[in-house]
């Protein structure tokens, strides 16, 4: 992230940088309490692999997610961030349709990959979770061996012809996933008896496997000490150059590390989207700027 001087102290302080001369802040003030809250910012990319326009969620009587336009650009890494409870995650759960598995949840509004309706009910909804991939909070390896683990996605999908291939497929997701020099010589043993750190790279290794355009990660380091969280952090970093990621984080600092893009929810709305280091360090809109400072959230 850009580290030039800014002009609000608050921020400066929060992310490490000089204060610039001149006034404190001069820029427009937005109204913290407009209905319904316009999105600041540039929601559109050049080169988008996932695009929502106008998402809606409804938990029952509840709305969630109120009105989220917002562009997944190829090849970069987008973080969501805001207080609990500001719908980062329901709309992340939406790019590959796991809100399909909450009873009384109701989706509105186009969310496309590649072009495609992923609400078309021609669709397969097991083909678009294999191409839109998802790593969880909670690490959450299968009770079987390393090896079965990451061969699953692919022996559901028919990608393997014989063994020679699966174990082509295993061998190069798991170094991928940077694990395979840890695990190699013990793949028949159990993946719930890994570290915390090498069951979520697992996990990882699991969703690669099955060739996704795009992987969703929801608070992937949440659950890891800080060693297994910055191996995570290269690891994402690494991804990038093959996958679309999409990642919920509370860790601001994690944000600032790892993405091109930052998008800040706020009580169901997505209140500014921009690049990360314009995110950061200029911050467009009030409530923004208050959550970046530790106003609040």
């Known amino acids: 992230m850009d580290t030039t001087a800014i002009r609000n102290p608050d921020i400066a302080e929060k992310v490490g940088v000089p204060v610039a001369e001149g006034d404190e802040d001069s820029r427009p003030r937005l109204d913290l309490d407009a209905e319904p809250r316009e999105t600041v910012g540039v929601v559109a990319v050049d080169d988008p692999r996932m695009q929502a326009r ?24 987008i973080s ?49 979770r294999a191409r839109v991939g998802m790593v969880f909070q909670k690490p959450n390896p299968f009770p079987k061996s390393i090896y079965d683990n990451v061969a699953y996605g692919p022996r559901i999908h028919g ?65 890891l000490d800080p060693i297994a969280t910055a191996r995570i952090e290269e690891l994402i970093d690494e991804l990038r150059e093959n996958y679309t990621i999409a990642i919920v984080t509370h860790s601001m600092q994690q944000a600032a590390r790892v993405s091109q893009r930052t998008a800040y929810f706020h009580l169901g709305d997505l209140v500014e989207v921009d690049e990360t280091a314009q995110v950061f360090t200029n911050p467009q809109h009030k409530l923004t700027e208050d959550y970046i400072t530790g106003r609040f959230g």
């Not at 106008?54 to 890494?77: F, M, P, T, W």
């Not at 190699?184 to 355009?213: F, N, Y």
Request: aromatic content about 2%; hydrophobic content about 35%; overall charge negative.
């Open 54 to 77: 106008e998402v809606n969620v409804y938990y029952g009587d509840k709305h969630a997610i109120r009105n989220v336009s917002l562009d997944i650009g190829a090849n970069q890494v």
């Open 80 to 128: 969501m961030i805001g207080p609990s409870g500001c719908g980062k995650s329901t709309f992340l759960r939406c790019l590959n349709r796991m809100n399909d598995t909450i009873d009384g949840c109701r989706v509105t509004g186009s969310i496309r990959l590649d072009d495609q309706d992923i609400a078309d009910k021609t669709l397969d909804v097991v083909q678009l």
């Open 159 to 223: 990608m393997a012809a014989d063994r020679i291939e699966l174990d082509e497929i295993v061998q190069t997701s798991l170094k991928k996933a940077g694990l395979w020099e840890e695990v190699k010589d013990r793949l028949d043993q159990q993946g719930t008896g890994l570290s915390g750190g090498q069951q979520q790279r697992l996990c990882i290794a699991r969703a690669i496997a099955v060739s996704p355009e795009v992987i969703l990660m929801d608070e992937p380091c949440s659950a």
